[in-house]
């Protein structure tokens, strides 16, 4: 997985989903161009992309391992998502209707967490429904548990996202060459971005071995 740039000149994140998709060796690839824009549209995430809005930005990423123009001109296809979310909703029940996922707390998508949190979501529901005598006790429970958990990770996509590390790079090198990010970036502070955002996500190894044990 490669996370490289800044939204304000270009970042782009970029992975691989299957490998040798055609007995040739080939990958199939998913890519992500996000760029600050003052033009907002109205949110349709079904929106075919247009590679003239964004591949200049990307015009001189050429490395030796992968070359960018050459990816984004080869995609089969481009969609236009928008970056949005919503400020936290004060509650998620209505009698026997509850919110879950996307629905309960859209947030813009750093770090996984629209699939993360709407898995976790759908693990506290069973819980809370089997523990319970009623419907509503049950939703209530899993509202009391999972919307304070969702909404710090919402405002916390906000200010320090896991990319956040990006910005401190881009903003420490002026968005100039460097050969080795330790230069630029200890580890100290990078193990800080990371351990931080998973705590607030819930993702630290302590989180995994409870939900486990």
Not at 122 to 133: D, G, L, M, N, Q
Request: charged share 25%.
């Amino acid at each position: 997985m490669i996370r490289a740039g800044w939204l304000s000149h270009g970042k782009m994140v970029i992975y691989p989903i299957r490998n040798d998709i055609d007995e040739e060796g080939h990958q199939l690839i998913n890519w992500v161009a996000e760029i600050d824009t003052p033009e907002h549209l109205e949110r349709d995430c079904n929106r075919r992309g247009k590679l003239e809005d964004f591949l200049p930005a990307f015009a001189d990423w050429h490395f030796d391992w992968l070359d960018i123009p050459a990816l984004l001109r080869n995609a089969e296809v481009i969609l236009e998502f928008p970056m949005v979310d919503q400020d936290p909703l004060p509650r998620w029940s209505h009698g026997r209707a509850t919110l879950l996922g996307d629905a309960a707390h859209p947030m813009v998508p750093r770090g996984s967490n629209g699939a993360g949190q709407s898995i976790l979501d759908a693990v506290a529901r069973a819980k809370h429904r089997t523990a319970t005598s009623t419907i509503e006790a049950g939703l209530a429970a899993y509202e009391a548990e999972r919307l304070p958990a969702t909404a710090a990770i919402v405002l916390q996509n906000r200010a320090n996202p896991p990319d956040a590390i990006l910005r401190a790079v881009f903003l420490r090198t002026s968005d100039k060459p460097f050969k080795r990010i330790e230069d630029v970036i200890s580890q100290k502070e990078l193990l800080a971005f990371t351990v931080g955002y998973k705590k607030v996500a819930g993702y630290t190894l302590e989180d995994v071995a409870r939900r486990m044990a």
